[in-house]
């Protein structure tokens, strides 16, 4: 057979199509994660919405109807983690995606005030939860022949300057957690990917958890001048990777720290480069003539 003729296995299935497929979403409450919730019930999966917010978690689960259930679960308890375990295979028989997502933007200001409880609430709720997270799901995805973790980490994680120490550094960690748990992993099927947002509209960015609509609206339009694409991110364009990384598409992916930011860790915008390098005026260059 000639390689050309080869066709891969998925050629006909149903793209992105997660019809059966179960899922954990932890900090699905709010922002990111209610996105991202929406997105894999439209997509067909039944998804554990777990959170601190009960109300939010709970009117978001009673919306999506069969589809979807809440949890009250603080990601940086174990058994809290381990219950949310529990939960899933009770209502829906087994995990496939686990989607590690709470967040919060942890201890502000400069290091001489940061106190060692902070240090500790920080990395808990960002990075203990991740460990938890792998640790848990990881035999229950891996005795349904195979799934997929993914963890939200930041564009915080790639570079300092974007938030505050502990959050970057927490960040990075998730990252280097993800790849290296990516390996052993593997053997059983269990892909593990982290994806990195830039500036996503949602309550935490704004800085408040109980930020109204017409706050993130505000800061929607303020942000959108510096962003390279030109709008600010929204939960949606994080749950399409999320979506994507839990599908059979993304199958022979993982280990990867994805950045999905329109473009705003890569550079500065075009109109602050220096004038001389956005306009081909000052000097022309050009090539030696020929022998
Ligand atoms: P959000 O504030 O809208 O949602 C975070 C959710 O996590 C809330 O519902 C909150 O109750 C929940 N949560 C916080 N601590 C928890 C705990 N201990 N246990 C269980 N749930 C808890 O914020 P957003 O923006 O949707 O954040 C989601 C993730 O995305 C976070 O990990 C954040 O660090 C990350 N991120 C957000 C960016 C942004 O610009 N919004 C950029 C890069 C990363």
């Avoid at 000639?2 to 998925?10: I, K, T, Y």
């Amino acid at each position: 057979m000639l390689a050309l003729d080869w066709v891969s296995p998925m050629a006909d299935s149903n793209r992105r199509s997660l019809a059966d497929k179960v899922a954990i979403v932890t900090g699905g409450a709010s922002g990111i994660g209610a996105g991202t919730v929406r997105r894999l019930v439209d997509d067909g999966a039944s998804v554990l919405i777990t959170d601190l917010d009960e109300e939010r978690g709970k009117a978001l689960a009673d919306e999506l109807g069969d589809a979807a259930s809440f949890l009250r679960t603080d990601v940086s308890k174990e058994e809290d983690i381990s219950a949310a375990m529990l939960e899933v295979v009770d209502l829906f028989g087994g995990l496939d995606i686990l989607f590690s997502n709470a967040g919060f933007g942890g201890a502000l200001g400069p290091i001489v005030d940061t106190s060692v409880d902070d240090f500790d609430l920080t990395f808990d709720v960002l990075v203990k939860s991740v460990f938890l997270g792998v640790k848990h799901a990881t035999p229950l995805i891996a005795e349904r022949g195979g799934g997929s973790i993914i963890n939200t980490a930041s564009i915080c994680g790639l570079r300092p300057g974007w938030g505050p120490h502990l959050y970057t550094t927490a960040k990075a960690a998730v990252i280097a957690f993800t790849q290296t748990a990516a390996l052993e992993l593997a053997e059983s099927g269990v892909r593990c990917n982290a994806i990195c947002p830039g500036f996503i509209a949602t309550p935490l960015a704004y800085g408040r958890p109980d930020a109204s609509t017409d706050q993130i609206d505000k800061m929607r339009n303020a942000g959108a001048n510096s962003q390279p694409m030109g709008r600010v991110g929204e939960p949606a364009d994080i749950a399409a990777m999320v979506s994507f990384l839990a599908s059979e598409d993304g199958s022979w992916i993982t280990g990867q720290a994805i950045t999905v930011d329109g473009g705003m860790n890569v550079g500065p915008l075009w109109g602050d480069f220096p004038e001389a390098f956005r306009t081909s005026k000052p000097i022309r260059h050009h090539r030696p003539p020929d022998r």
